[in-house]
């Protein structure tokens, strides 16, 4: 038990930093530790991307809408915060990827664009006959023994070809990293393909068994049915009082060489630690603490910049039928859009009876001036595109457009191993600092829960055995 009340600041108030404060005090507690916990955010809201509108009953996401639903650390947090009731799953699951203008439904079996299914994939118009050929030499090239890191893209075309890659693989995993899949790090953004890799011959027979094995798990997506926010509302809720500060910006972090950090703040207020948790996105490191040099690599991170465009219809104004979930869109196709989401079908709870919610997606690696471009500019080149694909016969009742700029961390080859080097130099010169968050260990709300849920227990480790 300790004899003196310790101080745990985190720094960021998005998702990573909600948990990390959450599951300190739940430490404290539990334990009965005399831990204070102090979570400062730069904005006024907490939260970070995740963000929910409603309007004319309709529920909006301006960030992400959903998460995995056999990823356990959200699950757990949301029963944990009360919400558990409110977990809503994904309604139609057949999506499509849009290849020379014209809409292809992807195969079923599709495992990250992957063919496991012998069948879907012989029968679809998405790839040519050469294409097929092409890809089925995945079972005779030889196994994946891959001592170095290596970009998405060369791992997938040497197994499967490109035309494979560019008609779905690249759309797919652009709708999730907004990249360019020739520079992102296999192994920091698909860790399970290298295991793959090392236990089969195939690259298509060793997901064909991740399949099935997802088959029988609690699998799906899952949302809240009154929003996402709801998550960082009821989390923040059951933060202690007075442990956030809201609206401030932490301008430097020096360790003392009593092991006590000091946080200055813009405001000109200064705040001491026993422990420091840095959820904030990579590129503040450098900036808040410039006389440590390991942190200097993470200003050569790059990060994507995105726009969301969310419209609503009367369901009448888009006169064919429309099934599904939406679709995502290959470079060969002549449109602006990366993908589209039919919320209405996805989350027929998001949009009022009689109502469409269409969310279309826009910026990737090469093409991020559009975000920068005025809401009706994007309405307009948006409204263009969709016309070429569904049928609208009126303009939309109204549009929200969501900016995030610099928001999306590439993990570039070597990613994990330049993390692992800034980790070990932290451990070795700041004992009681921690990193966690999207820059580093995952994108996903899951991992950035996770990654924050992680770091409370090194942290809350660290205060009990200190002296």
């Known amino acids: 038990m300790l004899g003196e009340k310790k101080r745990v600041v985190v720094v960021g108030g998005g998702i990573t930093g909600l948990a990390a404060a959450y599951y300190l005090q739940k430490a404290a507690k539990t334990s009965q530790l005399p831990l204070a916990v102090t979570l400062i955010e730069a904005t006024p809201r907490l939260g970070g991307k995740i963000r929910t509108i409603k309007k004319n009953g309709f529920v909006i996401e301006k960030g992400p809408d959903s998460f995995l639903a056999r990823k356990e650390s959200v699950v757990r947090l949301v029963k944990d915060v009360g919400l558990g009731d409110q977990l809503v799953h994904s309604g139609a699951g057949q999506r499509y990827v849009l290849v020379n203008d014209k809409l292809h439904p992807i195969p079923s079996g599709s495992v990250i664009g992957v063919p496991t299914k012998i069948l879907p994939f012989i029968t679809t118009n998405l790839f040519s006959i050469t294409g097929k050929i092409r890809a089925s030499a ?58 793959t890799g090392e236990k089969h011959r195939s690259l298509i027979l060793g997901l064909k068994e991740i399949a099935s094995a997802l088959t029988n798990e609690s699998g799906g997506l899952l949302t809240l049915k009154d929003g996402l926010e709801e998550l960082a509302e009821a989390i923040e809720e059951r933060l202690e009082g007075g442990s956030v500060l809201k609206g401030l910006r932490v301008r430097q972090i020096e360790r003392q060489e009593d092991g006590k ?30 006389q440590h040099r390991f942190f200097d690599v993470l200003k050569e991170m790059p990060a994507m910049s995105v726009a969301t465009i969310t419209m609503a219809f009367p369901e009448a104004a888009i006169s064919q039928s429309i099934t599904g979930s939406g679709f995502v869109v290959s470079r060969n196709s002549d449109v602006t859009i990366t993908a589209c989401t039919w919320i209405h079908k996805k989350w027929p709870h998001a949009a009022p009876p009689g109502k469409a919610l269409l969310c279309c997606y826009v910026g990737r690696a090469g093409d991020e001036a559009i975000v920068d471009l005025s809401d009706a500019e994007i309405e307009q080149i948006v409204m263009a595109d969709l016309k070429k694909v569904i049928a609208l016969s009126t303009e939309p009742e109204f549009t929200v457009v969501s900016r995030w700029k610099n928001a999306i961390p590439q993990y570039t080859i070597g990613h994990n191993e330049r993390i692992e080097a800034i980790e070990e130099r932290i451990r070795e010169q700041l004992p009681g600092f921690f990193i966690a968050g999207s820059s580093f260990r995952g994108i996903g709300i899951p991992d950035c829960i996770k990654q924050g849920e992680e770091a409370a227990q090194k942290a809350a480790s660290f205060i009990q055995n200190k002296d």
């Open 261 to 290: 950090f000091f946080l200055a703040l813009n405001d000109g207020e200064r705040v001491l630690a026993d422990g420091v948790i840095v959820t904030s996105p990579h590129f503040t490191l450098p900036a808040m603490m410039p």
């Open 138 to 195: 995945d079972f005779f090239l030889p196994n994946n023994h891959l001592k170095n890191d290596t970009s998405l893209g060369g791992f997938f075309r040497h197994r499967l070809g490109d035309e494979i890659v560019e008609n779905l693989i690249e759309p797919l995993l652009a709708g999730i990293y907004a990249g360019d899949i020739d520079k992102l790090s296999l192994r920091a953004t698909l860790p399970q393909l290298n295991e």
